[in-house]
C-alpha cells in the first residue's frame, strides 16, 4: 500500500486512531496517542492540517521509537516547516510501502515511492 495523504481513503483512517503532536526538534516528532492505542514501530502516520500562516500541509512520518506515556518518536519524510505542538496526527495502521516489479527498473521515485523522473505513474499493483 502506498500512503498517498491526498487520496480519499486517508478521510477512512482519520476515525480509527489519532494522536497529537507533543513536540518538534528538526525532522523528529514526538507524537502522544491515548492509552491502549499506540501504533507500531514503522508505522506511516499523517499529519493533516494547516501551517503557521494557514496554508494546508500533509507531512508523511514514520514511528521508530515507542518512548513509553503513551507516547511515539517518529521521523518526518518530508519538511516539519509549519507543523506546531498540537496538530492531529493520524495512524494509518500499516508501514510505509513503494511500488516495485518490472515497471519500477530505471525509474527514480522519492522516499514515500512517488515517480520524480517526471514519466508518469508506474504500472504496477506490487509493492513492498
Not at 499523517?46 to 500541509?57: E, F, L, M, S, Y
Amino acid at each position: 500500500m502506498i500512503i498517498n495523504p491526498t487520496d480519499i481513503g486517508v478521510s477512512t483512517l482519520e476515525k480509527k486512531n489519532l494522536g497529537g503532536i507533543d513536540q518538534i526538534i528538526g525532522p523528529v516528532l514526538d507524537v502522544a496517542f491515548n492509552p491502549g492505542k499506540m501504533p507500531n514501530i514503522y508505522n506511516a502516520l499523517i499529519v493533516k492540517g494547516r501551517d503557521t500562516v494557514g496554508q494546508p500541509i500533509t507531512v508523511t512520518c514514520e514511528v521508530q521509537q515507542l518512548l513509553g506515556y503513551n507516547r511515539v518518536r517518529a521521523v518526518a519524510m518530508s519538511s516539519t516547516d509549519g507543523l506546531m505542538r498540537g496538530m492531529e496526527v493520524i495512524d494509518t495502521g500499516a508501514p510505509l510501502s513503494v511500488p516495485v516489479g518490472e515497471a519500477t527498473l530505471g525509474r527514480i521515485f522519492n522516499v514515500l515511492g512517488y515517480p520524480v523522473d517526471n514519466l508518469g505513474p508506474v504500472d504496477t499493483r506490487m509493492t513492498s
